[in-house]
């Protein structure tokens, strides 16, 4: 069961590990990244330059502790399902009497995502971590998880925030590292008190999206926004198009790819409801292997995803092909050419409901949420024409990037009022259940991947032969009316 079980796993055996991969393959906790289930100790290194703002050392400890609503730590409970619960730190100041970076940073200024920065920023970083040190820090406490889910040698997580103008790099510091290790020997990850940091990540101290989006980076996730500027890029997530105050969840794909969410894999045709991302975590997927399509619950009302004007389901074709890739340094390929650059072909798309594809418009396209999120009214299906989706064909379907009708189809939405949402959903009727994320532990398998003629009553999510069925829908028209009549007695 077990050998049948790995021979199941999603994606391909690859050998290698690379740093922001988008989980490619798992195994690679530590040495890549940081661990993202679990408890995780981590430390904010808050980096004071000369001649910038102060920090507001208040407002920057409150965004990282437990009980800020809208803080780091919640955002990644709730984003997790409780599934990874980071404890943060806050380490003395570090103060720099002028900019630790060379002189073509002017104003010691680096924008989101500068590579430059990578060569500069080894000396900045790897002294920022000795004064952290000096000042009374024990990084030994910062490794209590790992692969394994229990100490490696690794710590769980280092942020460095400054208060220069820094947009956010995550850095990949052992894959760099020539020089000094802080242990007494040279190249690779630094070793403070007896604990590897293999990967830091650097922001500014006035963006808390960056603070979250930086250290998605750590966790393992690439950047989901167009490198080239000519379209924003994913709009639904976090590691996608940016302009956004507020926080807003990880993406279907990200969610799931992470073991965060609660997946539903969907084989035949069903009618179900799908609760709020932001409460169920649900994430639906039709189709399986390398291409295929997530389905989420997003909207207003919860803490974050403030800035959605309405609640919809937001649809994506995922093509795990695009530029994904584990071998060692391949990171550099994505930050240069970014596996959503392609907005016609992107690793992940969002399928937008009135099929005008305005966000693929320029890097100004804004979502549009009433009409970009499928809502009452709204369906997806097959392309009969068999055309590939592109910019001359730019025709929402769930036909496969080929051309090929896929068998799925989204249809008879109805949005209640409470939040979640009623929809048929149709895959295929058979082969879709056996894929797997990893051979056992949390979010490896489906929640559900229920066979035809299967009824979900509530939320059992339990299967019953084409027997029970006609008995279960008997059940639950009388379960209908006495709804309704409890309504009307409620109303009356
Ligand atoms: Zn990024």
Redesign the pocket.
């Given at each position: 069961m077990r050998a049948l079980a790995l021979v199941l796993l999603l994606g391909s055996v690859a050998s290698y590990a690379d740093y922001m991969d988008h989980f490619v393959i798992r195994d690679d906790v530590g040495v890549r990244k940081a661990p993202y289930l679990g408890p995780a100790e981590i430390l904010v290194i808050p980096v004071e330059v000369a001649g910038h703002p102060t920090f507001d050392l208040a407002e920057l400890t409150r965004f990282f502790t437990s009980n800020d609503p809208d803080g780091f730590v919640k955002f990644h409970e709730t984003a997790s399902l409780g599934r990874y619960k980071p404890h943060v730190t806050v380490a003395p100041v570090v103060a720099h009497l002028s900019c630790p970076l060379p002189p073509q940073f002017t104003n010691c200024s680096v924008a989101?995502?500068d590579v430059s920065v990578f060569a500069a920023g080894i000396d900045f970083l790897r002294e920022s971590v000795r004064l952290t040190d000096a000042n009374g820090v024990d990084f030994s406490k910062l490794d209590v998880n790992g692969r394994r889910g229990t100490a490696d040698g690794w710590v769980d997580g280092v942020m460095l925030i400054t208060n220069t103008p820094f947009g956010?790099?995550?850095f990949p510091f052992g894959y760099f590292n020539r020089g000094d290790n802080l242990a007494g020997g040279m190249g690779g990850p630094l070793v403070v008190d007896g604990v590897k940091i293999g990967h830091i990540a650097i922001t500014g101290s006035r963006d808390q999206f960056s603070q979250v989006?930086?250290f998605?980076?750590l966790q393992g996730l690439t950047?989901l926004y167009d490198q080239s500027f000519s379209y924003p890029g994913l709009h639904f997530s976090l590691?996608g198009g940016c302009c956004s105050a507020n926080l807003k969840l990880h993406d279907a794909e990200s969610r799931f790819r992470l073991r965060w969410a609660d997946w539903h894999q969907v084989q035949g045709r069903q009618r179900v409801r799908i609760g709020p991302a932001e409460t169920t975590g649900e994430v639906w997927r039709l189709g399986v292997g390398d291409e295929y399509f997530l389905i989420e619950n997003r909207g207003p009302g919860g803490v974050f995803d403030k800035q959605f004007t309405a609640r919809g389901l937001a649809v994506y074709h995922v093509d795990r092909r695009v530029k994904l890739k584990g071998d060692e340094g391949k990171f550099q390929d994505r930050i240069l050419d970014g596996v959503n650059d392609d907005k016609w072909h992107p690793y992940i798309l969002n399928l937008q409901a009135d099929g005008l594809f305005e966000l693929q418009a320029s890097d100004a396209a804004r979502p549009d949420y009433e009409n970009d999120l499928f809502r009452d009214g709204d369906a997806l299906g097959a392309d009969s024409s068999g055309t590939p989706f592109s910019a001359d064909h730019p025709v929402a379907s769930t036909n496969y990037y080929s051309g090929t009708p896929s068998g799925i189809f989204i249809s008879d939405i109805t949005v209640t009022p409470e939040g979640p949402i009623d929809v048929t959903l149709e895959a295929p009727g058979a082969d879709q259940c056996n894929d797997r994320l990893c051979d056992e532990g949390v979010g490896c398998a489906p929640v559900t991947c229920e066979s035809p003629g299967a009824w979900k009553v509530g939320g059992c999510g339990c299967n019953v032969g084409a027997e029970g069925a006609l008995g279960l829908g008997l059940l639950l028209l009388l379960e209908q009316r006495l709804r309704r009549r409890q309504q009307r007695v409620f109303r009356g």
């Open positions: 989101r995502g956010g790099i995550a989006h930086e998605g980076h950047d590691m």
